[in-house]
Structures are given as structure tokens and as C-alpha cells.
């Protein structure tokens, strides 16, 4: 596994991301909450740069069988990737795809090491 250091942690502010190319692949890290993720920039749909799209929630919803009402919530603000092609929602803490539940995208460990944030492939 090789260590890669994308320079200070405090460059990428909550809810930013960077997308940096190490070792010819396009890798995303996000600072969500003061957690850091680090994904591939691809969508295992089509392909497409899943790390280009934005970062923001998704709807989820809530069937009360008693009254027969649906409760719609908008949920899990800047914790999903949206893919720019085709609208796959990728949720970034979880790291599952919320069309597909049994999908899931590879991650990469990701550090701070003294104030650095350092990737491992």
C-alpha cells in the first residue's frame, strides 16, 4: 500500500471535497463532519466522475400504516453524492449505493497525520 500526502487537513473545509489523481486514478476525498472519506471518481453504474456531482441529502420517506399517511423528509444533508450522469446517490458515510443496497464502492483509508491529510492505496 503506498501513502500519499495531500498537504493540510484545513484546506478542505466541512462539507468540501477534493478530487486528486495518485497513482493514475482520480481519487475524492470529502470532510464530512470532520470525517474523512476518500472514494474513486467513478460510478460503477456507467462509469461517470461520481465525485464531480454534488454533495448534499436525498428524500427518504415514511408510511404510518394507522393513519395512512406518507411523512416525506429531506435526510442525510451532505452525506450523499449524486453522480452527474445519471443521478446514482452514493451515501458517504455508509459507503452504499441507496438504489442498490447490496452496492457498495471500494474506499481508501484516509488519515490526518500531523495536520495532513494522508491517503493510503
Not at 37 to 54: D, F, I, K, R
Not at 106 to 111: D, F, L
Request: glycine share 10%; net charge negative.
Amino acid at each position: 500500500m503506498s501513502e500519499h500526502n495531500l498537504g493540510p487537513a484545513d484546506q478542505l473545509d466541512e462539507g468540501d471535497h477534493l478530487i486528486v489523481e495518485l497513482k493514475g486514478r482520480e481519487v475524492a476525498v470529502y470532510n464530512i463532519g470532520d470525517d474523512y472519506v476518500a472514494y474513486p471518481n467513478w460510478c460503477p453504474h456507467q462509469g461517470g466522475p461520481l465525485c464531480e456531482g454534488s454533495a448534499s441529502g436525498t428524500v427518504d420517506r415514511c408510511f404510518d400504516r394507522e393513519t395512512l399517511e406518507t411523512e416525506t423528509m429531506w435526510v442525510k444533508e451532505g452525506e450523499v453524492v449524486v453522480c452527474p450522469w445519471h443521478g446514482w446517490e452514493f451515501d458517504l458515510r455508509e459507503n452504499g449505493f441507496l438504489h442498490d443496497t447490496d452496492s457498495t464502492l471500494p474506499s481508501y483509508p484516509v488519515r490526518v497525520e500531523d495536520g495532513n491529510l494522508v491517503v493510503s492505496l
